[in-house]
């Protein structure tokens, strides 16, 4: 063994807290005694990385494997550079997890063959055991669809999952309607997925938006699609954030996907860029129910409230029993709108104009107009009405009226006090005047007597 070699079972031995990252298979672990290293493994408690170079790595040791069955504290395994066939070191430590299952989180295969021998077997079944996993990460590992399907499959089952990244395989068209049953799921968790680089078209892209039709777990989404299937693909997913054909339509909209790289923004005009960004923005916010109010105010410019006029009868009768609910529909518009959270998420609009931008006012005087228009009779209030409306309405003067003259008295104090200031100012440059003045005039007077 090496130096090097050495200080790496010095540090697993001693349970050293800052050795936190344990890799194997490099060219200079090469002579490492594994049966010293399984030992060391099996009481760390600080390792929680292990990393593996599959090339040319070969451990015949049974006590290194019983090391990582014992050990507590590794909860990543990455495997990568070399292949991963059925019988052999990365199989072997795959096995040894699937004992080992409760403590594992994150499992990175990167860059691996795992055609030969049939290695993504081993795989599927480690998924199987490994029921904790948050994060799988199965990176240019030539995936195609038979291979993807069984591993799907053991996915549905595993509740914690919430980041699974597969970009450069070869899943294709129908490895994404493979996803799109995992995504259509209601028990799966899945708040990121990478799919860039794997061969689809159109047809995949709109097996993966249909499945986030009514999705409200997934925030994020990495995807490519070929170039001729690009803009069509950039308006599908536009219009899955923002259906604005009606209000239900935009009400049912996807309101949880916040953050796509799907490499074809280009393909839309300025305009709706704009607005694909607002839209994803939108959905940063966790009150969903903001996300959509906001959505039908900005998308939706004309909201009719003919169908409401009818709300609760049989006989056709037109009422006024939907008004309460639309006023106060227009209430939570606002606060939404005008929602802290909201505004910090923002893209920069001036949250003090945000409720302009959106025409809260505007639509619910639109919507009030509308059932008065409808039934005027509904709206001649009684006497004692009349009255309260009055007084209410004298309140609400008298209140403007104490606001508004408090700001002017605030206002003509700051006026006045800029004048003082102004004022101040004016005699202090009259005083360096006057003292310039009487400099210069000493001076000329010392001139003209050393003239004379």
């Known amino acids: 063994m090496n130096d090097s070699t050495q200080e790496l079972l010095r540090k697993v031995e001693q349970n050293d807290d800052s050795?936190?990252?344990?890799?194997?298979?490099?060219?200079?672990?090469?002579?490492i005694?594994?049966?010293?290293?399984?030992?060391?493994?099996?009481?760390?408690?600080?390792?929680?990385?292990?990393?593996?170079?599959?090339?040319?790595?070969?451990?015949?040791?049974?006590?290194?494997?019983?090391?990582?069955?014992?050990?507590?504290?590794?909860?990543?395994?990455?495997i990568k550079d070399g292949a991963l066939m059925e019988h052999g070191a990365g199989s072997d430590i795959?096995?040894?997890?699937?004992?080992?299952?409760?403590?594992?989180?994150?499992?990175?295969?990167?860059?691996?063959?795992?055609?030969?021998?049939?290695g993504y077997n081993i795989i599927t079944t480690t998924l199987q055991c490994c029921t904790n996993l948050k994060e799988i990460n199965l990176f240019g590992c030539n995936?195609?669809?038979?291979?993807?399907?069984?591993?799907?499959?053991?996915?549905?089952?595993?509740?914690?999952?919430?980041?699974?990244?597969?970009?450069?395989?070869?899943?294709?068209?129908?490895?994404?309607e493979a996803l799109a049953t995992l995504l259509n799921d209601p028990n799966c968790n899945l708040q990121e997925i990478q799919i860039s680089h794997n061969r689809i078209d159109i047809e995949?892209?709109?097996?993966?938006?249909?499945?986030?039709?009514?999705?409200?777990?997934?925030?994020?989404?990495?995807?490519?699609?070929?170039?001729?299937?690009?803009?069509?693909a950039a308006m599908n997913f536009y219009t899955l954030l923002c259906n604005r054909s009606s209000i239900n339509s935009i009400y049912s909209s996807n309101h949880t996907l916040h953050?796509?790289?799907?490499?074809?923004?280009?393909?839309?005009?300025?305009?709706?860029?704009?607005?694909?960004?607002?839209?994803?923005?939108?959905?940063?916010v966790a009150n969903k129910s903001y996300v959509a109010a906001k959505k039908i105010l900005r998308y939706h410019p004309i909201i009719d409230m003919e169908p409401l006029f009818i709300l609760g009868l049989e006989d056709d009768e037109r009422n006024l029993k939907a008004l309460p609910y639309i006023i106060d529909w227009f209430d939570k518009a606002s606060a939404a709108v005008n929602d802290e959270e909201d505004s910090s998420v923002s893209s920069g609009d001036s949250s003090d104009s945000e409720e302009e931008?959106?025409?809260?006012?505007?639509?619910?005087?639109?919507a009030i107009f509308q059932f008065a228009r409808a039934m005027p009779l509904h709206f001649v209030p009684s006497t004692p009405d009349m009255i309260l409306l009055h007084e209410d309405m004298r309140d609400q003067l008298e209140d403007e009226k104490t606001k508004l003259e408090r700001q002017i008295d605030s206002m003509l104090k700051t006026k006045k006090d800029l004048e003082d200031r102004i004022k101040a100012k004016d005699e202090t440059i009259e005083n360096l005047r006057g003292l310039s003045d009487s400099i210069s005039n000493k001076v000329d007077d010392k001139k003209r007597k050393r003239g004379n």
């Open 33 to 78: 005694d594994f049966d010293r290293l399984g030992r060391a493994i099996a009481t760390n408690s600080n390792i929680s990385l292990l990393q593996v170079y599959l090339d040319a790595l070969i451990i015949t040791s049974t006590t290194f494997f019983d090391g990582l069955k014992g050990n507590i504290s590794i909860d990543h395994l990455i």
């Open 94 to 118: 795959l096995r040894a997890y699937q004992e080992n299952n409760n403590h594992l989180k994150a499992l990175s295969i990167l860059q691996t063959d795992i055609q030969q021998n049939q």
């Open 143 to 176: 995936i195609t669809v038979n291979q993807l399907v069984p591993m799907v499959e053991v996915m549905r089952g595993l509740r914690s999952l919430v980041e699974l990244y597969l970009n450069n395989n070869n899943i294709g068209n129908a490895g994404c």
């Open 204 to 232: 995949g892209a709109n097996a993966i938006v249909n499945s986030l039709i009514n999705n409200t777990k997934l925030r994020k989404l990495h995807l490519t699609v070929n170039n001729t299937d690009r803009h069509q």
């Open 357 to 366: 931008d959106y025409h809260v006012e505007e639509k619910r005087l639109s």
């Open 259 to 284: 953050y796509m790289s799907i490499y074809f923004y280009s393909q839309l005009n300025d305009s709706m860029r704009h607005d694909f960004s607002q839209l994803q923005c939108m959905n940063k």
């Open 19 to 31: 050795f936190t990252s344990l890799s194997i298979g490099r060219i200079q672990d090469i002579g």
